[in-house]
């Protein structure tokens, strides 16, 4: 077995093995995170190598991601929507040894053109779009999400001292709580859309990947984070785009954008990388002018 940069256990690529058939042994191993899961592995059956991923609790996941991973690729499926499928899952580690599940390997990439293009903002719009056409309720591990990536809630950090703050941070939570959150269909959402989750094979998405914070909440959680990530990446004319894409999709005009817009905005660190904090605060302030 050749393994680069991996810490999963012997028990832990055995179990995978033979998830993908008796007999099956691990050929590579690679992380995908630095020395952490999730795992690219390659396993061989048969004379035929297939690679699968594998997702386990790192120092950053734990296994109630890894059960809310596994829930979603089964709504996935159930909706025929653009997600890697589930091979296997292990909630409870009574044989992986820890929680774990195995999905399929989606051909294409996550690299996005520079400059990127309108079609594929769009594109990416029609994709969240599709999994937004899901309805359904709350469960267990598909709880209702107030915010995307809603395992972190960087507005409390700053309101609590754990993180600084500045003014208009301050002052767009402020807004925010008075506003209230608008009611709103609840819809099956992806949790954490950002480019590097979704995978294209050529113009088309091919599938949205890591849906370890997947749940149920109203279509802004997905839209406007993608739509703030973009404003990031990209350039301020970005997230109309993606905006379009979506309701074109949909038939509908998305409803409180502003709201989510600020939502996502406040769901980052204060300080981020290079002029991505100047891009955000630029995206906020749109969305409180809206909001008025």
């Known amino acids: 077995m050749r393994v680069r940069g991996n810490l999963a256990t012997e028990r832990l690529l055995e179990w995978a093995a033979g998830a993908v058939g008796g007999g099956a042994r691990v050929g590579t191993v690679q992380a995908l995170h630095g020395e952490q899961g999730p795992w690219r592995v390659g396993v061989e059956y048969r004379g035929v190598t297939t690679e699968v991923v594998l997702r386990a609790p790192t120092p950053r996941i734990d296994g109630s991601m890894i059960a809310t991973g ?6 996935a499926e159930r909706h025929g ?3 890697p499928r ?5 909630l409870s580690g009574d044989v992986a040894g820890v929680p774990s599940t195995i999905e399929t390997v989606v051909p294409g990439t996550s690299d996005w053109p520079a400059p990127t293009t309108v079609e594929r903002l769009q594109g990416a719009g029609a994709a969240l779009a599709r999994v937004h056409a899901v309805a359904m309720a709350p469960g267990e591990h598909l709880p209702f999400r107030p915010r995307p990536i ?6 409390a950090d700053r309101r609590n001292d754990r993180m600084p703050t500045t003014p208009l941070l301050q002052a767009a939570d402020e807004l925010i709580a008075a506003y209230g959150v608008p009611p709103n269909q609840l819809v099956y959402v992806h ?3 950002w480019p590097g989750n979704l995978i294209w094979n050529g113009d088309d998405v091919a599938a949205l990947i890591d849906w370890k914070t997947a749940g149920v909440g109203a279509p ?3 839209l406007s984070e993608l739509r703030e990530q973009v404003a990031i990446t990209f350039d301020p004319e970005a ?3 993606v905006l379009d894409g979506w309701q074109r999709a949909t038939g509908t005009t998305a409803s409180d954008v502003a709201y989510w817009d600020a939502v996502a905005a406040l769901n980052t660190p204060t ?3 290079g002029p991505a904090t100047a891009r955000r605060d630029a995206f906020l302030r749109e969305a409180l002018g809206s909001l008025g």
């Open 70 to 75: 596994a829930a979603a690729l089964e709504v």
């Open 81 to 83: 929507l653009p997600a």
């Open 86 to 90: 589930l091979i296997d899952a292990d």
């Open 150 to 155: 809603a395992v972190d809630d960087f507005a």
């Open 191 to 193: 949790g954490d859309v």
């Open 220 to 222: 802004g959680v997905d």
């Open 239 to 241: 997230p109309a785009h």
């Open 271 to 273: 300080e981020l990388d």
